[in-house]
Nanobody, 114 residues
């Protein structure tokens, strides 16, 4: 069964760093774009960053210069390195992968608080 499993969330102080990972497993072949979205309490889900199979990237303006998305096409893993975290980065972060279908992970909570 195809699935995306995120890891790496947790509690971090403002200014700190976290690295999220998402592994695609099961019947997911030839993944094109992989991405991270987030949803804060009371807000809509928004795109954080996405990366093509050829490693072209796009970031939300709010995270440019602080977050970096990378991927391992062999292992089907996408990473999100988050630096200089702010309280407004607090959200559930979801992994997304697009091949012939679109897949979502269940999410991992990131809390930025002192």
């Amino acid at each position: 069964q195809a699935q995306l499993v995120e890891s790496g969330g947790g509690l971090v102080q403002p200014g700190g760093s976290l690295r999220l990972s998402c592994r695609a497993s099961g019947s997911i072949f030839k993944i094109n774009t992989m991405a991270w979205y987030r949803q804060a309490p009371g807000k809509e889900r928004e795109l954080v960053a996405k990366i093509s199979r050829g490693s072209g990237t796009k970031y939300a303006e709010s995270v440019k210069g602080r977050f970096t998305i990378t991927r391992d096409n062999v292992k089907n893993i996408v990473y999100l390195q988050m630096n200089s975290l702010k309280s407004e980065d607090t959200a559930v972060y979801y992994c997304n992968a697009a091949s012939t279908m679109e897949y979502w992970g269940k999410g991992t909570l990131v809390t930025v608080s002192s």
